[in-house]
C-alpha cells in the first residue's frame, strides 16, 4: 500500500520520486527522449567556477526556471563552462548540452549556436518545453557579452 503523502509526493510536477508502480514521474509518459534523461540524471559540467570570466544569471519569467552559467576563457576558447539550473527536466538537461556543445570554441563560434542545435543535442523535446533551450542560448549570449570578442 503507498501512502497517500507519498503517492501526492510522487505525482506532483516538483516531486522527483516515483509513481506507485514504478516508473520515475519526470517520464512518467515517455514525453523525454533517452539522451535527454542521460543530461538530466547525470549533468555534465555542473557547478560554479572560482575565478570565471563571465557569469550570467537569467530567470524565466513564465515559468521560473534559473540558469547560472560561469565561463573561463583560455587562450581565446571557452576553456570551462559550468552551470547551475533551478528548473524543470528539459531545462537542467539542455544546460547540461550546452556546456558541452561551447567548451573549446570561441566566443564567436558560440554565439552562432542556436535553439535549434541544443534541442537536437539532447534528442529533442516537448514543444511546450522549448523555452528551456532558448534560457540556455540566452544565458550564453548575456556570458558572453561580458568577454570582450577578438577580431
Not at 515559468?63 to 576563457?73: A, E, P
Not at 549556436?113 to 514543444?127: F, H, K, T
Request: proline fraction near 6%; include cysteine.
Amino acid at each position: 500500500m503507498v501512502s497517500p503523502l507519498f503517492r501526492r509526493f510522487a505525482t506532483s510536477r516538483c516531486g522527483r520520486g516515483y509513481a506507485a508502480w514504478g516508473t520515475p514521474i519526470y517520464n512518467l509518459h515517455g514525453m523525454y527522449s533517452a539522451r535527454l534523461l542521460d543530461h538530466f540524471q547525470n549533468p555534465r559540467n555542473a557547478g560554479d567556477i572560482p575565478g570565471a570570466d563571465a557569469v550570467a544569471e537569467i530567470e524565466n519569467p513564465a515559468c521560473g526556471d534559473v540558469l547560472r552559467l560561469s565561463i573561463k576563457m583560455a587562450a581565446g576558447r571557452i576553456a570551462e563552462i559550468r552551470f547551475k539550473a533551478k528548473g524543470c527536466v528539459p531545462t537542467i538537461a539542455c544546460a547540461s548540452a550546452l556546456t558541452e556543445l561551447v567548451i573549446g570554441k570561441s566566443p564567436q563560434e558560440a554565439l552562432v549556436l542556436d535553439r535549434d542545435r541544443v534541442v537536437q543535442a539532447v534528442g529533442g523535446i516537448p514543444q511546450a518545453s522549448t523555452h528551456a533551450a532558448q534560457l540556455a542560448i540566452d544565458t550564453l549570449r548575456v556570458a558572453l557579452g561580458q568577454i570582450p570578442l577578438k577580431s
